[in-house]
T-cell receptor, first 116, second 113 residues
Framework: DTGVSQDPRHKITKRGQNVTFRCDPI?????LYWYRQTLGQGPEFLTY????????KSRLLSDRFSAERPKGSFSTLEIQRTEQGDSAMYLC??????????????FGNGTRLTVT | DQQVKQNSPSLSVQEGRISILNCDYT??????FLWYKKYPAEGPTFLIS?????DKNEDGRFTVFLNKSAKHLSLHIVPSQPGDSAVYFC????????????FGTGTRLTIIP
Protein backbone atom coordinates (compact mmCIF):
# COMPACT_ATOMS: atom_id res chain seq x y z
CA ASP A 1 0.00 0.00 0.00
CA THR A 2 1.89 3.03 -1.27
CA GLY A 3 -0.94 5.41 -0.54
CA VAL A 4 -2.71 7.94 -2.73
CA SER A 5 -0.25 10.04 -4.71
CA GLN A 6 -0.95 13.52 -6.05
CA ASP A 7 1.12 15.64 -8.40
CA PRO A 8 2.15 18.42 -8.26
CA ARG A 9 2.15 19.30 -4.56
CA HIS A 10 2.03 23.00 -5.33
CA LYS A 11 0.96 24.98 -8.37
CA ILE A 12 1.09 28.73 -8.83
CA THR A 13 -0.60 30.06 -11.93
CA LYS A 14 -1.83 33.32 -13.33
CA ARG A 15 -5.52 34.01 -13.68
CA GLY A 16 -6.86 32.77 -16.98
CA GLN A 17 -4.37 29.94 -17.38
CA ASN A 18 -5.31 26.26 -17.47
CA VAL A 19 -3.98 23.79 -14.91
CA THR A 20 -4.10 20.01 -14.63
CA PHE A 21 -3.59 17.88 -11.55
CA ARG A 22 -2.96 14.15 -11.38
CA CYS A 23 -4.01 11.57 -8.80
CA ASP A 24 -2.79 7.99 -8.55
CA PRO A 25 -5.06 6.03 -6.19
CA ILE A 26 -4.15 2.98 -4.17
CA UNK A 27 -3.84 0.26 -6.80
CA UNK A 28 -6.72 -2.01 -5.83
CA UNK A 29 -9.15 0.85 -5.15
CA UNK A 30 -11.91 1.17 -7.74
CA UNK A 31 -13.48 4.32 -6.31
CA LEU A 32 -11.86 7.71 -6.66
CA TYR A 33 -13.02 11.07 -5.30
CA TRP A 34 -11.90 14.67 -5.76
CA TYR A 35 -12.41 17.18 -2.97
CA ARG A 36 -11.52 20.84 -2.56
CA GLN A 37 -10.55 22.47 0.71
CA THR A 38 -10.33 26.20 1.30
CA LEU A 39 -8.92 27.94 4.36
CA GLY A 40 -10.97 27.34 7.48
CA GLN A 41 -13.27 24.86 5.80
CA GLY A 42 -13.49 21.11 5.64
CA PRO A 43 -13.00 19.23 2.37
CA GLU A 44 -15.91 19.69 -0.05
CA PHE A 45 -16.90 16.96 -2.50
CA LEU A 46 -16.32 17.72 -6.19
CA THR A 47 -16.71 14.48 -8.13
CA TYR A 48 -16.65 10.69 -7.90
CA UNK A 49 -15.53 7.87 -10.19
CA UNK A 50 -16.23 4.19 -10.00
CA UNK A 51 -13.59 2.63 -12.22
CA UNK A 52 -13.58 4.84 -15.34
CA UNK A 53 -17.18 6.05 -14.99
CA UNK A 54 -17.79 9.50 -13.51
CA UNK A 55 -20.94 8.86 -11.51
CA UNK A 56 -21.49 12.08 -9.64
CA LYS A 57 -20.51 15.73 -9.90
CA SER A 58 -21.11 18.43 -7.34
CA ARG A 59 -22.73 21.72 -8.30
CA LEU A 60 -19.41 23.19 -7.13
CA LEU A 61 -17.84 21.72 -10.27
CA SER A 62 -18.45 24.48 -12.81
CA ASP A 63 -18.06 23.90 -16.54
CA ARG A 64 -14.47 25.17 -16.27
CA PHE A 65 -13.65 22.00 -14.34
CA SER A 66 -13.29 18.59 -15.94
CA ALA A 67 -12.13 15.30 -14.49
CA GLU A 68 -11.21 12.06 -16.17
CA ARG A 69 -10.18 8.62 -15.12
CA PRO A 70 -9.14 6.76 -18.26
CA LYS A 71 -8.88 2.99 -17.85
CA GLY A 72 -10.03 3.30 -14.26
CA SER A 73 -6.56 3.93 -12.90
CA PHE A 74 -5.11 7.42 -12.39
CA SER A 75 -7.31 10.51 -12.62
CA THR A 76 -6.77 14.07 -13.80
CA LEU A 77 -8.57 17.23 -12.77
CA GLU A 78 -8.31 20.16 -15.18
CA ILE A 79 -9.34 23.72 -14.45
CA GLN A 80 -9.67 26.00 -17.45
CA ARG A 81 -9.43 29.80 -17.33
CA THR A 82 -8.50 29.78 -13.65
CA GLU A 83 -9.92 32.42 -11.34
CA GLN A 84 -8.61 33.65 -7.99
CA GLY A 85 -11.52 31.90 -6.30
CA ASP A 86 -10.10 28.58 -7.50
CA SER A 87 -7.19 28.93 -5.07
CA ALA A 88 -7.52 25.98 -2.72
CA MET A 89 -6.14 22.60 -1.77
CA TYR A 90 -7.36 19.91 -4.16
CA LEU A 91 -7.53 16.52 -2.50
CA CYS A 92 -7.90 13.13 -4.09
CA UNK A 93 -9.18 10.10 -2.20
CA UNK A 94 -9.77 6.46 -3.05
CA UNK A 95 -11.54 3.47 -1.55
CA UNK A 96 -12.37 -0.15 -2.28
CA UNK A 97 -16.10 0.19 -2.05
CA UNK A 98 -18.81 1.09 0.40
CA UNK A 99 -17.55 3.40 3.10
CA UNK A 100 -17.44 1.34 6.23
CA UNK A 101 -15.32 0.59 9.22
CA UNK A 102 -12.91 -1.37 7.06
CA UNK A 103 -13.06 0.78 3.95
CA UNK A 104 -12.69 4.46 4.74
CA UNK A 105 -11.62 6.98 2.15
CA UNK A 106 -7.84 7.27 1.92
CA PHE A 107 -6.64 10.75 1.02
CA GLY A 108 -3.55 11.96 -0.77
CA ASN A 109 -1.54 14.96 0.45
CA GLY A 110 -3.25 17.24 -2.03
CA THR A 111 -2.26 19.82 -4.62
CA ARG A 112 -2.23 23.39 -3.37
CA LEU A 113 -3.28 25.78 -6.13
CA THR A 114 -2.58 29.49 -5.93
CA VAL A 115 -4.06 31.70 -8.65
CA THR A 116 -2.47 35.16 -8.84
CA ASP B 1 -26.26 24.67 4.29
CA GLN B 2 -23.74 23.14 6.65
CA GLN B 3 -24.98 19.61 7.28
CA VAL B 4 -22.06 18.71 9.55
CA LYS B 5 -21.01 21.28 12.12
CA GLN B 6 -18.04 21.54 14.40
CA ASN B 7 -18.74 24.59 16.49
CA SER B 8 -15.39 24.76 18.27
CA PRO B 9 -12.66 25.97 15.90
CA SER B 10 -9.97 25.25 18.46
CA LEU B 11 -9.33 23.38 21.70
CA SER B 12 -6.33 23.28 24.02
CA VAL B 13 -5.80 20.40 26.45
CA GLN B 14 -3.03 19.53 28.88
CA GLU B 15 -0.99 16.45 28.03
CA GLY B 16 -2.36 13.39 29.80
CA ARG B 17 -5.88 14.80 30.15
CA ILE B 18 -8.95 13.93 28.10
CA SER B 19 -9.69 15.73 24.84
CA ILE B 20 -13.33 15.89 23.76
CA LEU B 21 -14.20 17.04 20.26
CA ASN B 22 -17.81 17.58 19.30
CA CYS B 23 -19.77 17.37 16.07
CA ASP B 24 -23.43 17.97 15.22
CA TYR B 25 -25.28 17.02 12.06
CA THR B 26 -28.62 17.92 10.56
CA UNK B 27 -29.21 15.27 7.88
CA UNK B 28 -31.10 12.35 9.42
CA UNK B 29 -30.15 10.18 6.42
CA UNK B 30 -26.52 10.02 7.53
CA UNK B 31 -25.78 6.47 8.64
CA UNK B 32 -22.01 6.38 8.98
CA PHE B 33 -19.71 8.80 10.75
CA LEU B 34 -15.96 9.13 10.63
CA TRP B 35 -13.24 11.20 12.24
CA TYR B 36 -10.19 12.26 10.28
CA LYS B 37 -7.03 13.84 11.59
CA LYS B 38 -5.01 16.31 9.52
CA TYR B 39 -1.47 17.56 10.01
CA PRO B 40 -0.25 20.64 8.10
CA ALA B 41 0.72 19.97 4.48
CA GLU B 42 -0.74 16.45 4.62
CA GLY B 43 -4.06 14.97 3.58
CA PRO B 44 -6.65 13.88 6.14
CA THR B 45 -5.92 10.52 7.77
CA PHE B 46 -8.72 8.21 8.88
CA LEU B 47 -8.89 7.84 12.65
CA ILE B 48 -12.06 6.06 13.76
CA SER B 49 -15.64 5.55 12.61
CA UNK B 50 -19.06 4.53 13.87
CA UNK B 51 -22.16 3.13 12.25
CA UNK B 52 -25.55 4.58 13.15
CA UNK B 53 -26.59 1.23 14.61
CA UNK B 54 -24.05 1.68 17.40
CA ASP B 55 -23.65 4.31 20.07
CA LYS B 56 -19.98 3.76 20.87
CA ASN B 57 -16.84 2.57 19.15
CA GLU B 58 -13.44 2.34 20.78
CA ASP B 59 -9.95 1.96 19.35
CA GLY B 60 -7.10 2.32 21.79
CA ARG B 61 -7.02 5.87 23.15
CA PHE B 62 -9.83 6.97 20.83
CA THR B 63 -13.55 6.52 21.49
CA VAL B 64 -16.39 7.88 19.39
CA PHE B 65 -19.86 8.30 20.88
CA LEU B 66 -23.01 8.75 18.80
CA ASN B 67 -26.29 10.18 20.08
CA LYS B 68 -28.73 9.76 17.20
CA SER B 69 -31.65 11.46 18.88
CA ALA B 70 -29.55 14.58 19.43
CA LYS B 71 -27.76 14.21 16.08
CA HIS B 72 -24.51 14.58 17.95
CA LEU B 73 -21.23 12.73 18.04
CA SER B 74 -18.07 13.21 19.99
CA LEU B 75 -14.50 11.98 19.88
CA HIS B 76 -12.70 11.31 23.15
CA ILE B 77 -8.95 11.01 23.28
CA VAL B 78 -7.48 9.78 26.52
CA PRO B 79 -4.78 10.29 27.55
CA SER B 80 -3.95 13.14 25.19
CA GLN B 81 -0.41 13.18 23.79
CA PRO B 82 1.58 15.95 22.04
CA GLY B 83 1.38 14.02 18.75
CA ASP B 84 -2.40 14.40 18.88
CA SER B 85 -2.04 18.09 18.06
CA ALA B 86 -3.73 18.41 14.66
CA VAL B 87 -6.97 19.48 13.00
CA TYR B 88 -9.77 16.97 13.48
CA PHE B 89 -12.60 16.69 10.97
CA CYS B 90 -15.91 14.99 11.56
CA UNK B 91 -17.43 13.47 8.41
CA UNK B 92 -20.68 11.71 7.55
CA UNK B 93 -21.96 9.50 4.78
CA UNK B 94 -25.50 8.64 3.68
CA UNK B 95 -26.55 5.37 2.01
CA UNK B 96 -27.75 7.13 -1.14
CA UNK B 97 -24.75 9.37 -1.68
CA UNK B 98 -22.23 7.15 -3.45
CA UNK B 99 -20.36 6.97 -0.17
CA UNK B 100 -19.08 10.50 -0.58
CA UNK B 101 -18.31 12.18 2.72
CA UNK B 102 -19.69 15.47 4.03
CA PHE B 103 -17.15 17.13 6.30
CA GLY B 104 -17.38 19.60 9.15
CA THR B 105 -15.15 22.66 9.30
CA GLY B 106 -12.67 21.08 11.69
CA THR B 107 -11.38 21.63 15.23
CA ARG B 108 -7.73 22.46 15.82
CA LEU B 109 -6.56 20.50 18.87
CA THR B 110 -3.44 21.66 20.68
CA ILE B 111 -1.96 19.46 23.38
CA ILE B 112 0.03 21.45 25.90
CA PRO B 113 3.05 19.57 27.30
Amino acid sequence: DTGVSQDPRHKITKRGQNVTFRCDPISEHNRLYWYRQTLGQGPEFLTYFQNEAQLEKSRLLSDRFSAERPKGSFSTLEIQRTEQGDSAMYLCASSTGTVSYNSPLHFGNGTRLTVT
Amino acid sequence: DQQVKQNSPSLSVQEGRISILNCDYTNSMFDYFLWYKKYPAEGPTFLISISSIKDKNEDGRFTVFLNKSAKHLSLHIVPSQPGDSAVYFCAASDPFGNEKLTFGTGTRLTIIP
